[in-house]
């Protein structure tokens, strides 16, 4: 399967916790990539491989991988980590990319 | 900095065909594979293909196999997409991005501005 399904909203208090995942049968051979969007911008990337942050983002995100899920965690959420994630990964194949359906995040 | 600035919004009619470039400044334009991917209205990212600039080597999403062409002008640092046959659907903001590919991670980074395409009948 080339599929990466995520769930289509959550929301989370501020302050507190939240973590995304993404099913797919390709992450059990690769990691994923998690891309934050915010409305009218393009995505940027916060989380590759087993777990690391590009320069810039802040340490409340995280990344995980177990099986054929990968998780992206916000630990202590502000405001402004508002946005669609979504998961990215090459497929069973290996030769193509596919991208999960999207997160919308909430911050109460 | 490295950045990847795209060419404006186009409006075009069924059946043709668009041609969207993405200019990459602040790195070696062939040291890195460039990908790009479309977002229609309200939806998630879907992935169409990616180049190779050093040698021009492609590789397209089975979906766009038949429509999108993927080229690039290394004398000026860019790459294109073309998409033919245009249909309503293909409506989107169409994005190219960088592909980094380090001690086996892979990740996108930097994203161009995204390109409107807009498709009217």
């Known amino acids: 399967s080339s599929e990466l399904t995520q769930d289509p909203a959550v929301s989370v208090a501020l302050g507190q916790t939240v973590r995304i995942t993404c099913q797919g049968d390709s992450l059990r051979s690769y990691y994923a990539s998690w891309y934050q969007q915010k409305p009218g911008q393009a995505p940027v990337v916060v989380i590759y491989?087993?777990?690391n942050r590009p320069s810039g983002i802040p340490d409340r995100f995280s990344g995980s991988s177990s099986g054929n899920t990968a998780s992206l965690t916000i630990t202590g959420a502000q405001a402004e980590d508002e946005a669609d994630y979504f998961c990215?990964?090459?497929?069973?194949?290996?030769?193509?990319?596919?991208f999960g359906t999207g997160t919308k995040v909430t911050v109460l | 900095q490295v950045q990847l600035v795209q060419s404006g919004a186009e409006v075009k009619k069924s059946g043709a065909s668009v041609k969207v470039s993405c200019k990459a400044s602040g790195y070696t334009f062939t040291g890195y594979y460039v990908h790009w991917v479309r977002q229609a209205p309200g939806q998630g990212l879907e992935w169409m293909g990616r180049?190779?600039?050093?040698?021009?080597?492609?590789n397209y999403a089975q979906k766009f196999q038949d429509r999108v062409t993927l080229t690039r002008d290394t004398s000026i640092s860019t790459a294109y997409m073309e998409l033919s046959s245009l249909k309503s659907d293909d409506t989107a903001i169409y994005y190219c991005?960088?592909?980094?590919?380090?001690?086996?991670?892979?990740?996108?980074?930097?994203w161009g501005q995204g390109t409107l395409v807009t498709v009217s009948s």
């Open positions: 180049i190779n600039p050093s040698s021009g080597d492609t």
């Open positions: 491989g087993k777990n």
């Open positions: 991005a960088r592909r980094i590919h380090l001690r086996g991670d892979v990740w996108f980074d930097p």
């Open positions: 990215n990964s090459r497929d069973s194949s290996g030769n193509s990319y596919v």
